[in-house]
């Protein structure tokens, strides 16, 4: 099994899910609004998105103290994943793309 | 009226905050997050419009009361979005704040405070002890697996296992668990007769921070009712797969933390979350000029005062206790740097002192043991950004000719990536101590959070206070 999120019918939090959309390496990627970049990345079943030294990476802190996460986000480079909220429509690139 | 202005809206500096309106301050809070918290009170993103934010968290109700009152004081700016960079020390007065607004890592606002105090409350981030294939992705810090499951709603993986050393375990697995994942084991590096010693000495410590044990009480049960087991004594040695977690290996451990040969067993696992305690943020601190008790905490007096001019610090930055400590810190830091008189606040210092009680008993019964380092292999990872692995630090260290510290940071860049050293920091000094060298760790990294050369050419907007 892969990371997911937590469906909101089962979330005793009681949701209301707004959806939104980012690309990322071009192909489209659907989350929630108030999601991070990490958690629309996650959420959509992808662990890692980073080549770092010794093989790939994704999130390993959460909260901005590793850098294992960055991304390219709407052209700027080395955007932490885990602290930028994802907006809806922003153009992602991952530095594992081909 | 003094000007305050408070890094961080966590536990610690939101109770500062307080305080610091109470005394009749002017007080400005700012914090890179979203919203306010910190790593405690997490709050879901509002745009999830939750209908029953509480359900996530103990304690949210009076916490909730707390931001409120906090952010709606007349007198008090909060600003959430805005990442501290650098600080500015100047003479008898309190440094200069830089800040950036906007966007995490993005091309933003830049502004210069100049307040007349300064409150400190940056916190701490996980710390995590290196262990074949922990650079594998599902691998997180505990901190990470809690951060997304309490503030994002997503679970790291669907059979994990959490392990490390410490109280903050529970919750952890009491998030992934309430998130509907299955925790196959919690495991507790120090054996049970540790955690006694730890825990029970002078137990009348304990009895004020009676409401932490019952939050404990309620995880374990918790756990319970999912079956979770709850070990003492052992680890996780290595977690292996092929570009991803698959399985890892687990191990008992004797008190000092080797492993007992033979006792390995394999489990599939989709993810680890694993803590060893955790490393507090000491960049900003570091940056204003403050001392550090033995290297490794901001050194405060009774007041919360630093040894920097009108700089105060509370929190994690001076200790590991959880979050009432951190609050009971931020209250006294507070309250004595908008202008209030110690002498009125006898309630809070003892609160405080207590929290300190706290702080020393945690790090007695969850210590890191000194045998860890046998569960590596020489193509163990130690620097996640630089791929340092551990035979490249022993090398380094084997030559005589090199002195220790510029060795490891020259020789095998551990330390010198992305991440500043902040998270393999804590294994490299303490790896080459081991070897009779000595790193400082310096947590000198002047640029406390990354800024653009564009933000940096571009004049800041100058501020008083807000
Ligand atoms: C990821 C993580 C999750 C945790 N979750 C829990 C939990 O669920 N339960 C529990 O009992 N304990 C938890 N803890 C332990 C927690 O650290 C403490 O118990 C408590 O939150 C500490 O309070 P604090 O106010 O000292 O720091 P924090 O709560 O960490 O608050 C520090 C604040 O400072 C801000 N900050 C830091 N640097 C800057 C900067 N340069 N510019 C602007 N803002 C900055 C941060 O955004 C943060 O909001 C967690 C720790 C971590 C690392
Ligand atoms: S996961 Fe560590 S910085 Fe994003």
Redesign the pocket.
Known sequence: MSPRMVPAAADRAGRTDRPLSITVDGAPVSGIEGQSIAGVLLGAGRLSWRRGPSGPRGVFC??GACFDCLVTVNGEPDVRACRRAAVDGDTVLTQERA | MTGVVV???????LAAAEQALRAGAEVTV????EEPG???HRMLPRAYAARHPERLQTGWRAFDRRQRRVREHPRCTFTAR???WALEPRADRAPLVHVLRGAADSAGGRAVLEPEALVL??????RVLPFPGWDLPGVFTA??A??LA?GERVLVGDRVVVCGTGP?LL?VAASLLEAGGRVLTVLEANPAATLLRGWTARGRELLPQAGKAAELAGYAACLLRHRTPYRTGRAVVAARGEGRVEEVVIARLRPDWSPVPGTERVLPADAVCAGHG?SP?LE?PVAAGCALDRGEFVLVDAEQRTSSPCVYAA???TGIA??PA?AAE?AVAGWVAGGGDPAAITRLLRRRDRGRAFAARLARAHPIGSGWPDWLRPETVLCRCEGTDYRTLCRALEDPARDAARAVRLGTRAGLGPCQGRICDPTVAELTARRGGEVSMAHNRPI??PIRLADLAGPPEKERNS
């Open positions: 959460g909260i | 890094i961080g809206a966590g536990p610690a500096g700012l914090d890179e997050a910190g790593q405690y805005t990442r501290v409350a940056t916190g701490a981030h996980d901190g990470a809690q951060a309490k903050f919750p955790f943020r900003l929190g994690e930055i959880g979050a951190a931020g406390a959070q």
